[in-house]
């Protein structure tokens, strides 16, 4: 689970990890709670790692799992697991530790939030000798996520993996509408008339009803700035100069995509009143033919039992690039990193890496290279249906005022939901969006490069 966090009461300590445990454990728990912590291994002549994590639902679910067979594995260490809230006061914690210099020995992060907290003084670098003692390699990383991980060239972030949006489809509805290959798959688009062309013969096959959910309404919305983001880049737009200085936006591709979002709302190809939980309800329930989501609410699905799989987002303007972010590992600011409890950290992170199949289950897309070729990935259905995106993605750009939970997604969703709702035109919700941006640019830098 990555946008929208959830929580409930923790699992007692999980059996034997396999993928199909994983899995079982993650739809019959359903949730994990945050803010709690569960020290996995216990003794006075262990290493103890301390690890902090916003990780819930099945996400919770597999990574407590995980966490589980690195300590049975590795009986000298002791992992001490703390789950805390998603969002913005989970990176208020690591702020307040990391200035501190008090701070766990390991954090999750969404790379997209690692130039807005201080890079070398919230955030310390990663030690290139520990990371290639442990085994991993560049090049065995995506190579855009293995970049954005560096800040002027330095690498403060581990890459785990991408979540994307992705297409999930109701595989009923769509065989009604005569929209899978002869074994079972949707068919493929390219261009906005051929998806149009989808999504009206989806919405005959469901007698008039929208055939489209996303969450498109509600307060501090981010849908619309997710689908926008899958869509303006694909053409290769761009929203700010390379150094974050200057407004790239190029109208007419900008405008383009608006127009777009616009006619499926116009065209009651999509739902435009609906937010994220209410999205996510009506696909579960079997009254949309269509969901475009991020890859985690694959469990919710397969709990609830609805005949669906998943695709990549659709080729639209050239490309199959989708809106995305990364969870990554990072190693917030401590003033005297102990040597021992350093290279266990990097011999942790290198286990939850490599076995980032296991991490899979819950949807998300690998971002270490060599999973996406094990048999145990492949033989994930669907998840291994979209993988390909992983060399494909739409990050956000390299500036503190972007990333998951930030003002920038919430200011261009509302801005452009009104546009989907078709009670603001594309353009007027292009000048809102960029109003925004302006304003953000001029805000100064809570967390400034300067040690």
Not at 118 to 127: A, L, S
Not at 213 to 219: H, I, N, R, S
Request: proline share 8%.
């Amino acid at each position: 689970m990555d946008d929208i966090p959830r929580t409930s009461p923790r699992t007692s300590p999980p059996p034997a990890l396999t993928r199909r445990s994983l899995l079982g454990g993650a739809l019959a728990l359903g949730f994990l709670g945050s803010g709690c912590s569960y020290p996995v291994g216990l003794g006075s002549s262990q290493t103890r790692i301390k690890y902090w994590h916003f990780m819930g639902a099945s996400d919770g679910v597999i990574m407590n799992e995980m966490v589980g067979e690195f300590a049975r594995q590795n009986p000298d260490l002791f992992v001490e697991e703390n789950v805390l809230a998603w969002g913005e006061p989970y990176y208020t914690k690591i702020a307040m530790a990391g200035a501190g210099g008090r701070s766990p020995d390991v954090a999750s992060f969404h790379l997209s939030r690692l130039t807005g907290l201080g890079p070398g003084r919230i955030i310390d670098p990663i030690n290139l000798d520990l990371l290639a003692e442990n085994g991993l390699r560049p090049e065995d990383f995506s190579p855009p996520i293995w970049e954005r991980a560096h800040v002027d060239g330095v690498l403060y972030a581990i890459p785990f993996d991408a979540h994307p949006m992705v297409q999930y489809y109701n595989t009923e509805i769509c065989e009604k509408a005569g929209l899978l290959d002869g074994d079972g798959r949707l068919i493929p688009t390219e261009g906005p008339d051929a998806l149009l062309e989808m999504l009206r013969k989806a919405k005959d096959a469901m007698g008039g009803r929208p055939p489209l959910v996303f969450d498109a309404l509600g307060v501090g919305t981010v849908g619309p700035w997710r689908l926008w983001w899958s869509l303006y880049p694909q053409g290769g737009g761009t929203l700010l100069s390379e150094d974050g200085s200057q407004i790239t936006i190029d109208d007419d591709k900008a405008l383009e995509a608006l127009r777009f979002m616009a006619t499926l709302g116009s065209e009651g190809l999509c739902d435009p009143s609906l937010d994220y939980g209410a999205s996510v309800a009506v696909f579960q329930s079997g009254l949309a033919a269509f969901l475009w989501n991020g890859d985690w609410e694959i469990t919710t699905f397969k709990l609830a039992k609805t005949p669906f799989s998943m695709g990549r987002f659709p080729n639209v303007y050239g490309t199959g690039s989708a809106q995305a972010d990364c969870h990554a590992f990072v190693l917030p600011h401590q003033r005297n990193r102990d040597p021992e409890v350093e290279r266990a950290t990097y011999r942790f992170i290198a286990y939850l890496v490599k076995n980032s199949a296991d991490w899979a289950v819950a949807g998300h897309v690998p971002a270490y290279l060599p999973a996406l070729e094990q048999p145990e990935y492949l033989s994930l259905h669907p998840q291994s249906e979209y993988r390909s995106v992983i060399t494909e993605v739409a990050l956000d750009p390299q500036v503190w005022f972007t990333g998951s939970a930030s003002r920038l997604w919430i200011d261009f969703g509302d801005a452009f939901s009104r546009v989907i709702g078709g009670s603001r035109s594309p353009e007027e919700g292009l000048e809102m969006a960029k109003a925004a941006l302006r304003r953000l640019m001029a805000a100064p830098n809570p967390f400034p490069k300067e040690v």
